[in-house]
């Protein structure tokens, strides 16, 4: 099974999103060398071998898009909230989403 996210659009509300995460290698590609901590790299190569990615690059891309639909999510409830959100805005926002609740050392780690 590849790497997939899928975050389905709540009815009535406009300021939501709509995510599909994933990777396709008919997508315009550019070659990047990038250098990870040894157990980060093992632990995607682990994945590949495991059937949870086709390859290293598809882990990596799909990782980057989840960062990057993450911060998109967070520039929308700035401009929803007029500034940055507070923690329990936050909070509710993962609830309705039906995400985990983050812990404190994952939010320092962002």
Known sequence: MLLAQR???PV??????ALCIC?????????VTVSLPEEV????????QAGDA???????????????ARRRAFAAL?????????P???AEARRAMGLSPR????????
Not at 26 to 31: F, Y
Request: avoid cysteine; hydrophobic fraction near 40%.
């Open 88 to 90: 329990e805005a936050l």
């Open 12 to 17: 009535g509300e406009p300021t939501a999103h």
């Open 23 to 31: 990777y396709s290698e008919s997508m315009n590609t550019k070659r």
């Open 7 to 9: 975050l389905v659009e």
């Open 54 to 68: 086709k390859s290293l690059s598809a882990y990596v891309a799909v990782a980057l898009q989840a960062q990057q």
């Open 103 to 110: 812990t404190q050392a994952r939010a320092q780690a962002q």
């Open 41 to 48: 790299a093992a632990e995607a190569e682990r994945a590949v």
């Open 78 to 86: 700035e401009k929803l909230y007029g500034g940055r959100p507070s």
